[in-house]
């Protein structure tokens, strides 16, 4: 009797946590998406990315690089898989992950440059 609400809380907060990290399941209406969200993501260019990623490097310790702003944490994105590197910094993009700075960034990019951006990245040890 007791323990159906404490487990109903425990799955609601699972859902929360991890709603934003993991992929949202894509079997929802393809039919019904505007030709925008194509179903093959465009394929990235690490040599594209490494000249896009110049900016980030002041926030993101890149091999051989200290955080210019060490006062607050910042994620690590070298040597992440170019998979999750995209889906973070669209969902930045889209509004879904709500961070000023990381929006602000990902705003001026479009799906090419996020794609190459990540394929570099994910080279990064
Ligand atoms: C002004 C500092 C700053 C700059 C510049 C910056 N970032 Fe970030 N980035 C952050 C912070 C702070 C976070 C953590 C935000 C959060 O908690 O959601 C973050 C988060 C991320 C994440 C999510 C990582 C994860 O594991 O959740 C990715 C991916 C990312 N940044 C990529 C980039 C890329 C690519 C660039 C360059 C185009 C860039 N960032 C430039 C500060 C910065």
């Known amino acids: 009797m007791r323990s159906q609400p404490l487990a109903a809380c425990f799955a609601l907060a ?13 079997s929802d209406p393809p039919a019904a998406a505007p030709a925008a969200a194509t179903p093959s993501p465009p394929v990235g260019k690490a040599e594209a990315g490494r000249t896009l990623a ?28 170019a998979q999750y590197l995209t889906q ?16 602000a960034q990902s705003m001026s990019f479009s799906a090419q440059e996020i794609a190459d951006l990540a394929a570099y990245l994910s080279t990064v040890k």
Do not use: W
């Open 14 to 26: 699972f859902a929360l946590t991890s709603g934003a990290a993991l992929a949202d399941p894509p």
């Open 54 to 81: 110049y900016t980030c490097q002041g926030c993101h310790g890149i091999t051989g690089y200290k955080n210019a702003y060490p006062s607050y944490r910042v994620p690590k994105i070298g040597g992440q898989s």
């Open 88 to 103: 973070a910094l669209t969902e930045y993009r889209e509004g879904k992950r709500k961070h000023p700075t990381m929006q």
